[in-house]
């Protein structure tokens, strides 16, 4: 969750992102051929990933997703607007080159680790 914290402060999407990770907490699976999703209900853009994946295939799938959320359009555009647009591409390459090629991923790390510890230094 903390990847999406990063993303939801670093690209701001049209609509509010809520992340769901299947097969956590007892909440289910997913298809066996679905890993993540992106859907708008209610105001919100609805990610969804396959829990049952390893860490870095659901940070791969969690980038995929968020860049269809970051390009999020009205519906009646979203109809007509191939799946991967253009709009698709160039926010999944910007996320992409934040998270692996300018440190976002090792920003996400630092804060994970500063948490544990002042988690641990409380108790």
């Given amino acids: 969750h903390s990847i999406h914290d990063y993303l939801q402060c670093k ?7 809520v992340l769901i990770i299947y097969g956590e907490d007892g909440n289910g699976g997913m298809p066996d051929d679905v890993m993540g999703t992106a859907s708008k209900s209610k105001g ?6 396959d829990g049952t994946l390893d860490r870095s295939r659901m940070i791969e799938i969690l980038a995929h ?4 959320a970051y390009c999020w359009t009205y519906p009646r ?3 007509y607007r191939p799946h ?3 709009e ?7 996320i992409y080159r934040d998270l692996w090629e300018e440190g976002g991923l090792d920003r996400t790390y630092e804060q994970l680790k500063r948490r544990s510890s002042q988690k641990s230094d409380a108790s």
């Fill in 11 to 17: 690209f701001i999407t049209p609509f509010p992102t």
């Fill in 88 to 94: 698709w591409g160039l926010a999944y390459a910007k």
């Fill in 77 to 79: 555009v979203e109809e």
């Fill in 65 to 68: 997703e968020y860049a269809h």
């Fill in 84 to 86: 991967h647009s253009d």
């Fill in 44 to 49: 919100k853009i609805f990610i969804t990933l």
